[in-house]
């Protein structure tokens, strides 16, 4: 089962807007991860933080953990038609070899 | 460079088939996983290998899943006996390093329907 749950579910924005999505956890990590998929398409990594770093930037998104929280959010500035995607968040836990997975957001970015 | 590729893309097995799945990581990559994504869900995670060491097998969903990686290098993920619950997209995934705890490079996936 997977733990990591995200929200919303589904954004639709216009394009040029801001879009967040949230990811929360249950048990303690090492890292959370942001990936994104395309439809059919494998996942990319967009980017990694620890959990010892509270912000993260690269280019257009911003990243935020809080580990008192144990949530997570990924901003995407100025989004784009080419971001419209699934994005999931993934966690690696404290004793664990393996990713765990959200289920997902799917954001929809209209022209 | 060359990425993570999968073959075959698409599978079709009847019930009861037995099917495989190959997997080509990136050369040098240390680390594999294999994950399961059902429609419109996260992947899941099914095993892990260090080299040829198969670490971590605790999300193989029965014993009709196996997977090996013999020379640390190409994996295989076997289905026997296949059943219609196993349809979805079986994902690979390659690392540089020994944890998860850093990117992971994912291959396109293997959309097995079975009917």
């Known amino acids: 089962s997977q733990q990591g749950e995200e929200d919303p579910q589904a954004l639709s924005i216009q394009e040029g807007e801001n879009a967040t999505m949230n990811c929360s956890y249950k048990?303690?990590?090492?890292?959370l991860q942001w990936y994104r998929q395309n439809s059919g398409r494998g996942l990319v990594h967009l980017i990694l933080?620890?959990?010892?770093?509270r912000e993260k930037h690269s280019g257009r998104l911003r990243v935020t953990l809080d580990t008192s929280k144990k949530s997570s959010s990924l901003l995407i500035t100025a989004s784009r038609a080419a971001d419209t995607a699934s994005y999931f968040c993934?966690?690696?836990?404290?004793?664990?070899?393996?990713?765990?997975f959200g289920q997902g957001t799917r954001l929809t970015i209209n022209p | 460079g060359a990425g993570v590729s999968q073959s075959p893309r698409y599978k079709v097995a009847k019930r009861g088939q037995d099917v495989a799945l190959r997997c080509d990581p990136i050369?040098?990559?240390?680390?594999l996983f294999w994950y399961q994504q059902a429609l419109g869900q996260g992947p899941e995670f099914l095993t892990y290998f260090q080299n040829e060491a198969q670490l971590d097998k605790s999300g193989l969903p029965s014993d009709r899943f196996f997977a090996e990686r013999p020379e640390g290098s190409v994996s295989t993920l076997k289905i026997q006996r296949t059943q219609q619950e196993d349809s979805a997209v079986y994902l690979c995934?390659?690392?540089?390093?020994?944890?998860?705890?850093?990117?992971?490079?994912f291959g396109p996936g293997t959309r097995l329907t079975v009917t």
């Open positions: 995934a390659s690392s540089l390093v020994r944890t998860p705890s850093y990117e992971q490079y």
């Open positions: 048990t303690s990590i090492n890292n």
């Open positions: 050369s040098g990559h240390v680390s």
């Open positions: 993934a966690t690696d836990h404290q004793g664990a070899q393996k990713l765990v």
């Open positions: 933080i620890r959990s010892n770093e």
